[in-house]
T-cell receptor
Framework: EAGVAQSPRYKIIEKRQSVAFWCNPI?????LYWYQQILGQGPKLLIQ????????DSQLPKDRFSAERLKGVDSTLKIQPAKLEDSAVYLC?????????????????FGAGTRLSVL | AQKVTQAQTEISVVEKEDVTLDCVYE???????LFWYKQPPSGELVFLIR??????QNEISGRYSWNFQKSTSSFNFTITASQVVDSAVYFC???????????FGAGTTVTVRA
């Protein structure tokens, strides 16, 4: 079974530029998450989708960050304009559909992440 | 609010030594899940173990074991007979029973020297 796919792996941009990250979750997983991981810290949830609807975006800086999951499968996360403090690894995760996966419904499976450097 | 604390920033051991990672959590929920994830240099977070709040039975899975104690809000993780491939950052995480959001600790970097 293929894992969570993310691209690009690395991105370097200058401040005030825009950037987009892509995530393709594990096939059949209804729930998708985007996390931000700053160097030396644990991941912090930015947004959670259930199919193509937003469940929680309370930690997403909406003045510059946006995310969508139009068809309930893959997702994009965008930053516009980027700031120096956005330098981090952006991780995507997915988990099985609640109610269908039984015991495994709340285990999140992560991609390798996109490392963003804002100069 | 949920909070996960991993007091150990770094641990360095020689191969075959045991490594114990400490995790202390805070939550007001009575039903919750605790996790350990491993993040090797490749960057991908790898799921290791999960425990729910109603099951304090400690188990062993291969070289991994865990000690869950609700009385002290601790969920410690042990790697027995460590190997160089165990070198990674290990994260403890907590989620509520119904919204599945993970709150992570800051991580503990484990270095296993040959």
């Amino acid at each position: 079974e293929a894992g969570v796919a993310q691209s690009p792996r690395y991105k370097i941009i200058e401040k005030r530029q825009s950037v987009a990250f892509w995530c393709n979750p594990i096939s059949g997983h209804a729930t998708l998450y985007w996390y931000q991981q700053i160097l030396g810290q644990g991941p912090k949830l930015l947004i959670q989708f259930q199919n193509n609807g937003v469940v929680d975006d309370s930690q997403l800086p909406k003045d510059r960050f946006s995310a969508e999951r139009l068809k309930g499968v893959d997702s994009t996360l965008k930053i516009q304009p980027a700031k120096l403090e956005d330098s981090a690894v952006y991780l995507c995760a997915s988990s099985p559909t609640p109610g269908l996966a039984g015991e495994y419904k709340n285990i999140q499976y992560f991609g390798a992440g996109t490392r963003l450097s804002v100069l | 609010a949920q909070k996960v604390t991993q007091a150990q920033t770094e641990i360095s051991v020689v191969e075959k030594e045991d490594v114990t990672l400490d995790c202390v959590y805070e939550t007001r929920d009575t039903t919750y899940y605790l996790f350990w994830y491993k993040q090797p240099p490749s960057g991908e977070l790898v799921f290791l173990i999960r425990r729910n709040s109603f099951d304090e039975q400690n188990e062993i899975s291969g070289r991994y074991s865990w000690n869950f104690q609700k009385s002290t809000s601790s969920f410690n993780f042990t790697i027995t007979a460590s190997q160089v491939v165990d070198s990674a950052v290990y994260f403890c995480a907590l989620s509520e029973a119904y919204d599945y959001k993970l709150s992570f600790g800051a991580g503990t970097t484990v270095t296993v020297r040959a």
